[in-house]
């Protein structure tokens, strides 16, 4: 064996864990899915899995990261913009999009009550999630706009997940104006 497929062996391992983790997850919950489980569906010991993740909430961590991410960076962007309904607009088009991309991911995300006990344990996240709500909520202060937007993370996550077979981009479009008149947002103008 190689010096590089050496290298590239913990990566690859650590890549197969991550998705046979995401599919437990999805099919058993959080709570649902043992080290144990990851391990049988790889034919792996513990201990190999313990080579890479301690915990299972390392492993969840690293399912999560890249969505995480992309929101983080979503919420960034949205965070720079001048006036309450632009960051909201930018901030709901980002979402829909990364559910879009993630639709599995973002439900469980948005769903599993042991996703959320780890979520609120890290305050990064628990940060990040209280921004990019307030980026929807701030455009009707007070408890009206956090359920709005609330109902609006919770119904694009649900949606997202169950598209069937319909086009990414008609359902992000679709999201995103379902989205606007939850919120009372209007359409941004096009410039030509």
């Given at each position: 064996m190689s010096a590089a497929t050496l290298a590239g062996a913990p990566t690859a391992t650590r890549q197969r864990l991550i998705e046979a983790a995401t599919g437990l997850f999805i099919r058993h919950s959080f709570a649902g899915t043992s080290l144990q489980m990851?391990?049988?569906?790889?034919?792996?010991?513990?201990?190999?899995?313990?080579?890479?993740?301690?915990?299972?909430?390392?492993?969840?961590?690293?399912?999560?990261?890249?969505?995480?991410?992309?929101?983080?960076?979503?919420?960034?962007?949205?965070?720079?913009?001048?006036?309450?309904?632009a960051r909201a607009e930018r901030m709901l088009d980002g979402y829909a999009r990364v559910a879009v991309r993630y639709p599995v991911l973002i439900s469980v995300l948005a769903a599993d009550p042991g996703v959320h006990s780890v979520l609120r344990a890290n305050p990064d996240w628990?940060?990040?999630?209280?921004?990019?709500?307030?980026?929807?909520?701030?455009?009707?202060?007070?408890?009206?706009?956090?359920?709005?937007?609330?109902?609006?993370?919770?119904?694009?996550?649900?949606s997202s997940a169950q598209r069937g077979a319909v086009d990414e981009q008609w359902l992000h479009r679709h999201l995103v104006e379902t989205g606007r008149r939850t919120l009372g947002l209007r359409a941004p103008r096009r410039t030509s």
């Amino acid at each position: 064996m190689s010096a590089a497929t050496l290298a590239g062996a913990p990566t690859a391992t650590r890549q197969r864990l991550i998705e046979a983790a995401t599919g437990l997850f999805i099919r058993h919950s959080f709570a649902g899915t043992s080290l144990q489980m990851i391990a049988d569906e790889l034919g792996f010991t513990k201990a190999a899995i313990y080579h890479h993740f301690r915990t299972r909430e390392q492993l969840l961590t690293a399912v999560l990261e890249p969505i995480i991410g992309e929101l983080r960076a979503v919420v960034e962007d949205a965070e720079t913009l001048r006036g309450s309904h632009a960051r909201a607009e930018r901030m709901l088009d980002g979402y829909a999009r990364v559910a879009v991309r993630y639709p599995v991911l973002i439900s469980v995300l948005a769903a599993d009550p042991g996703v959320h006990s780890v979520l609120r344990a890290n305050p990064d996240w628990t940060d990040m999630i209280a921004r990019q709500l307030a980026l929807l909520a701030d455009i009707d202060p007070g408890p009206r706009g956090m359920i709005r937007a609330r109902f609006v993370f919770a119904g694009i996550a649900g949606s997202s997940a169950q598209r069937g077979a319909v086009d990414e981009q008609w359902l992000h479009r679709h999201l995103v104006e379902t989205g606007r008149r939850t919120l009372g947002l209007r359409a941004p103008r096009r410039t030509s």
